[in-house]
């Protein structure tokens, strides 16, 4: 679908966002006419905090207004109040509506919890910003490796019991070891990336098999578990669609060798929980860096926030201060692909939410 309007776009910003950022927004061409009005949002309370603080409330006159807003525009800069439910309202009110940019990279998962039939999600396009969060991810899935190998859970134990231990026990080295990913997008191949300047070899799946230059073995998922027989790390990095559910099952642990080390920045819902706790009971896991989980928050009772070899981390490895900026910086050049009838990337599957 090509956009052939010939005068105003009009974009609404729909969730925090700085004032410079939405200038540059202004600037991309003469015909944008930018939809924003900060008193409508929600303040941030960190950088990135696109939700903003959950005790802001609209007047009903606020409210009025803020949808009234958005349903002018044929672009929204972000899910309105950042929230399936504010999608799936504005896709059934708004007749003009023809892109949505999305805050998350990995935002199929609100477009699939929107609950909107095809039809109607055939009527505009969501788009996410994936790739702004390759780096911070690819560098935590790089410490949750480092934390793996050096032994740094039980360093902190002995740290905190202030125990010397008599006998010293060595670190494994990362040089010339190997490591699977789970899913080589843009994310996968900057951790890719990172691993091999690490001396890492890197083998990992793709959902198209083909050759990838300094990846060692492409293979699709079904060829997942032959890959982890001669792994020593693995990092996920898949999205959570019905495709991706419980990838990493108990058969899949059971094919590591023991003592790899287990890194998941994709989506919890790729592991099967269960199966993850027997393999770090068991050592087919002998340390798990975790960013994502199955149900968000982790549950209180979940035994992953007290198990001894396991890093919690509450969803938060892609932030950077930098995280506004460089989704402002992506929209902008995805704006003027919309005003010039391209392609837009990283479009949002309707059908596979992938």
Known sequence: MMNTMTTE????????????????IRAIDPSVTVLYEPELLPPERFPADHSGDPDFKRTPGQEERY???????????????????????????????????????????????SGLDPETLSKFRVTTSAGVHALPLAEFAALGILNGFKRS??????????????????????????????????IGLETARIARALGMKVSGTKRTVEPIEGIEKVSDN??????????????????GTPYTEKLFSRDVFAAMKPGTVFVNVGRGTVVDEDALVEALDNGKVSYACLDVFAVE???????LW???????SPHTSALSAAENRLIAERFCSNLRTFLDGGDLPHLVDPVHFY
């Not at 079904?222 to 020593?232: C, E, H, N, P, Y």
């Open 9 to 24: 776009t009009l974009v609404a910003i729909a969730v925090p966002l700085e004032a410079e950022l939405v200038d540059r």
């Open 67 to 113: 949808w009234a807003m958005l349903n002018q525009a044929q672009v929204l800069y972000g899910l309105p109040n950042e929230s399936p439910a504010g999608l799936a309202r504005i896709a059934r009110e708004n007749p003009r509506l023809q892109w949505v940019h999305a805050m998350a990279a990995g935002a199929g998962g609100a477009v699939k919890a």
């Open 153 to 186: 859970a039980e360093l902190a134990r002995d740290q905190a019991a202030r125990v010397w231990p008599e006998l010293r026990t060595p670190t494994r080295l990362v040089n010339g070891s190997t490591l699977v990913v789970a899913g080589l997008g843009e």
């Open 222 to 239: 079904d060829g997942l578990a032959a890959l982890l027989s001669t792994a020593d790390a693995v990092v996920n990095t898949l999205p």
């Open 297 to 303: 928050p982790l549950p209180q009772d979940s035994p």
């Open 306 to 312: 007290s198990h001894p070899n396991v890093l919690v």
